[in-house]
């Protein structure tokens, strides 16, 4: 644990530098910043997770924000993947809460969530504009209520708002990025306010560290917040399948490295 004050100069820090890495390749930086929360600042468990969708609450807005200038609102996407994410992330909260409470037990969580995540970025490439003459199979509304409420309830566990996830199976189905990417930001946002306040509920009836730590979740979303615009203007200067292919080896070997912590 580092000493009183650094703690939050280390996070914000280290939030924007995640932030300018992930923003281009398309990945909430709250994925990486829950292990550098555990292993580096000693965000104690299972605290770790409503601290970590403290960051997404400060540093989605300005990315909102910005696309409802550009007119991309999300629409009717939003609310779909808002009703099926909202019950998944009260219900994955009280899991998390309830269930796995254990660092021991949670590494494996943490490797469930990179390692696929890291394949996926370090063997796909960006998707291109969609032919208008080949159809899109897209994902019928009661099927991806379904599949959002179950990742919902995976960002409750591990503190993520669910867009990472998301978002590359809504573009996969066919759905255009100007429409997923405001859509799913707007899920995580909501998704993540009520993750943190059920959390604060859950900490009234037990015992330990169950509530976010706010210094350190507000010098996150901050320094995220930054992170996230600065990665977003240098995007294009950048070649996409290179941002890729190291953010997919780096959160692999993250992943693998507390799936050992796990088996250890």
Not at 37 to 61: D, E, F, I, K, W
Not at 136 to 164: E, F, K, M, N, T
Not at 227 to 237: D, E, K
């Amino acid at each position: 644990m580092l000493g009183t004050g650094w703690t939050e100069v280390v996070a914000l820090a280290a939030a924007y530098v995640v932030a300018v890495l992930a923003t281009p390749a398309g990945i909430s930086g709250a994925v990486l910043l829950l292990p550098f929360q555990v292993s580096v600042l000693g965000t104690p468990s299972p605290a770790v997770t409503p601290t970590n969708l403290l960051y997404n609450v400060v540093a989605t807005p300005g990315a909102l924000y910005r696309y409802w200038r550009q007119g991309q609102t999300g629409g009717r996407l939003a609310v779909i993947l808002i009703a099926g994410t909202l019950p998944g992330v009260i219900a994955g909260s009280v899991i998390r809460v309830e269930l796995l409470p254990s660092p021991h037990v949670f590494d494996f969580v943490v490797a469930a969530v990179l390692l696929p995540l890291g394949v996926w970025l370090a063997l796909t490439r960006p998707s291109g504009p969609r032919d208008p003459e080949r159809p899109a199979r897209l994902i019928s509304v009661p099927v991806l209520v379904i599949l959002a409420a179950a990742v919902g309830c995976v960002g409750g566990i591990y503190g993520i708002g669910g867009g990472s996830i998301l978002a590359p199976i809504l573009i996969g189905s066919g759905r255009r990025p100007a429409e997923v990417a405001p859509a799913a930001l707007a899920s995580t946002f909501v998704t993540s306010v009520a993750g943190v306040v059920t959390f604060m509920i859950l900490s009234i009836h037990h015992h330990g560290s169950v509530s976010p730590d706010w210094p350190t979740g507000l010098a996150l979303g901050i320094g995220g917040l930054a992170g996230a615009y600065t990665g977003a203007r240098i995007q294009r200067r950048l070649p996409d399948v290179l941002i890729r292919r190291v953010m997919g080896i780096l959160v692999v070997a993250i992943g693998a490295r507390y799936l050992w912590s796990g088996l250890g």
